[in-house]
């Protein structure tokens, strides 16, 4: 006899990516950042160690609210913290989605959000893109039990962009709401923000993982109309963010040049490892985020990814049924990305 509802019976459970807590690995297999966080992150940890840790930090994180808001040009009580963005994307699926409900997202994205379906006991429906990788208006079409659309810009594993006006018009024609995950969007050129203030149903999802070098801090938010966040905070765990997290995400924030280096040194070693792939006869797709989706017509992407492990550089073979196989690289420092690419010639 099980002592669990059915619906976690079945389901497989989300696999991260490795994170090998022994050895020395190149990490090109997670998407974090390469470099050391800003400065001003350690000093924040320190000064709120120094003052301790007996006391529950604050439910709201309303400092980072505050500075948030003054950079994003919104209104703090927009403004909803959560243990990593995975964590909004939990409070978001558990407030919204009921049991027998659905859950939309496009094909292929983010496997996270069809485990968090199957938590709910919701089903999803998964929206292929289409060959230029716009989404096709079915995207916002009624479905029977649709509570919650869900679209990663730029998306998990291609990188690529849906523009924001067409996601506004998704938006606005969804019976629903839709969650824009922005969490890569500080590499890319443009993002949704501004657009919560013109359509309630649209919503925008942040996350320090990635643009702020701080996937080990857990920490991210979303911006939503003042009356979903207040329906939101009823679902979230009173609190959600610990003290050195608040500290040093708001700390991190704040540092605007730190953001505007790092996002440059990025971009340039992006179009690095694009060349390079290139060079090797990969077909890459331009990315807008902090890795690319590459494959090879001759090689296997299983083999190259063994390969690159046994000389210590991770990246991610992924496979999607019906879509392809291929590989997610993670863009890391110019270093990293010439050891990764001279491995891949040898191969080749
Ligand atoms: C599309 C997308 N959304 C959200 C996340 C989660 O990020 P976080 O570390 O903030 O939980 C990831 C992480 O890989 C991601 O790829």
């Given at each position: 006899m099980s002592y669990f509802r059915p619906e976690i019976e079945a389901m497989q459970g989300y696999v991260p990516g490795e994170q090998p807590q022994v050895g020395k690995f190149i990490k090109l297999?997670?998407?974090?950042?390469p470099y050391p966080p800003s400065p001003a992150v350690t000093r924040a940890v320190t000064a709120t160690l120094e003052r301790g840790l007996a006391r529950y930090p604050d439910p709201l994180a309303a400092g980072f609210c505050q500075r948030a808001a003054e950079l994003y040009g919104v209104?703090?009580?927009s403004i909803l913290c959560g243990n990593g963005s995975d964590e909004i994307l939990t409070i978001l699926t558990r407030a919204l989605v009921g049991q027998g409900e659905l859950v939309r997202f496009p094909y292929?994205?983010?496997?996270l959000y069809r485990t968090l379906a199957e938590i709910q006991g919701a089903r999803h429906e998964e929206v292929p893109f289409d060959a230029d990788w716009s989404l096709p208006n079915a995207f916002a079409a009624p479905a029977p039990g649709l509570k919650l659309s869900i679209v990663p810009n730029p998306n998990s594993p291609t990188g690529t962009m849906i523009p924001p006006a067409r996601l506004l018009e998704l938006a606005e024609q969804s019976p629903c709401p839709l969650l824009?995950?922005?969490?890569?969007?500080?590499?890319?050129?443009?993002?949704?923000?501004?657009l919560v203030a013109q359509c309630d149903r649209l919503m925008v999802s942040r996350t320090l993982s990635k643009s702020y070098g701080?996937?080990?801090?857990?920490f991210g938010f979303l911006i939503a109309q003042p009356q979903i966040i207040e329906q939101l905070r009823k679902v979230?765990?009173?609190?959600?963010?610990?003290a050195l997290s608040i500290a040093a995400a708001t700390a991190a924030i704040d540092d605007t040049a730190w953001l505007a280096d790092n996002r440059a040194k990025i971009v340039a070693t992006r179009q690095r490892l694009t060349d390079g792939l290139q060079r090797l006869g990969f077909k890459v797709i331009p990315s807008q985020a902090n890795f690319v989706w590459a494959q090879h017509p001759q090689h296997e992407p299983r083999p190259m990814y063994e390969n690159l492990k046994k000389n210590r550089i991770l990246i991610r073979p992924m496979n999607y049924p019906n879509w392809g196989e291929g590989l997610r690289i993670s863009v890391g420092t110019d270093d990293q990305i010439d050891a990764c690419l001279g491995l891949l010639e040898a191969m080749i």
């Open positions: 297999n997670t998407n974090e950042n209104d703090p009580d292929p994205s983010y496997v824009v995950d922005e969490a890569y969007a500080d590499f890319a050129e443009t993002n949704c923000v501004s701080l996937a080990g801090l857990r979230k765990d009173s609190y959600n963010c610990d």
